[in-house]
């Protein structure tokens, strides 16, 4: 198997969905993108995944290159190619589809349940994790669903919290895949830390990555069943 990874931040890695790919014996190809590494030719991969960064996708004054990124999955996802986003990565999704993206009143951030829908449940990907479904949430955009889409899960702050296109395009609002050290650079991200600054105040945010550290097991162990599960449809 061979995958294309789109990263739009350095630190902003499959993490633990990485040890599930190595184990798996994927192969990945690596684009940053933020940097000016180019897209390739989607026909050449069996599935996409698409990783989180700090930008809006309607940022593109800005970013000139989501512009391109937008209509590369759109044109790979419509051509039936294997997807899979996080943060980010769904709401590339979502606007590449069609959909309005566009900030919450508050950034959602913390270690919170998500609530599958009755699709969500029989979903062969989200379906067999635990309930509750704890997730790192870190994010301060939402999306509104494209056109033909199924929501699998959702939150109080950010109804739309995880979807499917078709049968294997995938996008999840939330965080299965960070790491302890992943947690602790974000948090030297400007975007990132008013997040937490603004939402939970400077001794929360310490709480906050302390807990993440604490049990980043139970939420990377549920990530790793998670990608392994969209691996069994690519």
Same mark, same amino acid.
């Given at each position: 198997? &061979?995958?294309?990874?789109?990263?739009?931040?350095?630190?902003?890695?499959?993490?633990?969905?990485?040890?599930?790919?190595?184990? /798996?014996?994927?192969? /990945?190809?690596?684009?940053?993108?933020?940097?000016?590494?180019?897209?390739?030719? #989607?026909?050449?991969?069996? %599935?996409?995944?698409?990783?989180?960064?700090?930008?809006?996708?309607?940022?593109?004054?800005?970013?000139? #290159?989501? @512009?391109?990124?937008?209509?590369?999955?759109?044109?790979?996802?419509? %051509?039936?190619?294997?997807?899979?986003? =996080?943060?980010?990565? @769904?709401?590339?999704?979502?606007?590449?589809?069609?959909?309005?993206?566009?900030?919450?009143?508050?950034?959602?951030?913390?270690? !919170?349940?998500?609530? /599958? +829908?009755?699709?969500?449940?029989?979903?062969?990907?989200?379906?067999?994790?635990?309930?509750?479904?704890? +997730?790192?949430? #870190?994010?301060?955009? +939402?999306?509104?669903?494209?056109?033909?889409?199924?929501? !699998? =899960?959702?939150?109080?702050?950010?109804?739309?919290?995880?979807? &499917?296109?078709?049968?294997?395009?995938?996008?999840?609002?939330?965080?299965?895949?960070?790491?302890?050290?992943? =947690?602790?650079? #974000?948090?030297?991200?400007?975007?990132?830390?008013?997040? !937490?600054?603004? +939402?939970?105040?400077?001794?929360? %945010?310490?709480?906050?990555?302390?807990?993440?550290?604490?049990?980043?097991?139970?939420?990377?162990?549920?990530? /790793? &069943? !998670?990608?392994?599960?969209?691996?069994?449809?690519?």
């Amino acid at each position: 198997m &061979r995958l294309v990874v789109i990263q739009h931040l350095f630190c902003e890695t499959p993490g633990a969905f990485d040890l599930e790919l190595d184990r /798996r014996g994927v192969e /990945r190809t690596v684009v940053e993108i933020d940097v000016g590494e180019p897209l390739p030719d #989607w026909r050449d991969y069996d %599935g996409i995944v698409a990783m989180g960064g700090p930008m809006s996708v309607n940022d593109e004054a800005e970013h000139p #290159w989501l @512009v391109e990124e937008k209509r590369w999955v759109a044109e790979a996802v419509e %051509g039936g190619k294997a997807y899979f986003g =996080a943060c980010l990565g @769904v709401q590339m999704l979502a606007s590449a589809l069609g959909a309005a993206v566009y900030p919450l009143a508050e950034p959602e951030v913390g270690l !919170l349940p998500v609530e /599958r +829908t009755p699709e969500g449940l029989a979903d062969p990907v989200l379906g067999p994790l635990d309930d509750p479904l704890v +997730t790192l949430q #870190w994010h301060g955009d +939402t999306f509104d669903l494209p056109d033909g889409a199924v929501l !699998l =899960a959702s939150s109080p702050a950010a109804p739309h919290q995880a979807f &499917r296109v078709g049968d294997r395009a995938y996008g999840i609002q939330f965080h299965m895949e960070v790491t302890p050290e992943m =947690a602790q650079t #974000w948090a030297g991200i400007p975007e990132y830390s008013a997040a !937490l600054a603004s +939402t939970l105040g400077e001794e929360g %945010g310490e709480a906050f990555l302390e807990e993440a550290a604490e049990r980043h097991g139970e939420v990377t162990g549920q990530g /790793r &069943r !998670l990608i392994s599960g969209w691996l069994d449809l690519v």
